[in-house]
């Protein structure tokens, strides 16, 4: 399975963003997918994840409230919707997908990942 995540850009402070995570190839189903991010000079970090029927989802205290992450099975595709960003948020976000319906938090839960989208938000 192959995952391309889009959507980053540069926002200013207190905008918006969402990314999107695409699923293609050899698909297997369920799957749970998670999104994390890295900034320069950090390790890689959990942001949120969703199981495979998708009332199952998790947030990194940092994003609670302010992100929300959803998915459309029919589509193959994961969301994650960025609101009240602040600059703290700037970093490359992945998308990654494991071969569960129910997900984890953990980098090493995860097999696929897609190649990171950047999000940089100005102050």
């Known amino acids: 399975v192959q995952l391309q995540a889009s959507g980053g850009g540069l926002v200013q402070a207190g905008g918006s963003l969402r990314l999107s995570c695409a699923a293609s190839?050899?698909?297997?189903?369920?799957?749970?997918t998670g999104w994390f991010r890295q900034a320069p000079g950090k390790e890689r970090e959990f942001v949120a994840a969703i199981g495979w029927s998708g009332d199952g989802t998790y947030y990194a205290d940092p994003v609670k409230g302010r992100f929300t992450i959803s998915r459309e099975n029919a589509k193959n595709t994961v969301y994650l919707q960025m609101n009240s960003l602040k600059p703290e948020d700037t970093a490359v976000y992945y998308c990654a997908a494991r071969p569960s319906r129910w997900y984890r938090t953990e980098v090493f839960a995860y097999a696929y990942w897609g190649q990171g989208t950047l999000v940089t938000v100005s102050s």
């Open positions: 190839g050899r698909t297997f189903e369920p799957y749970s």
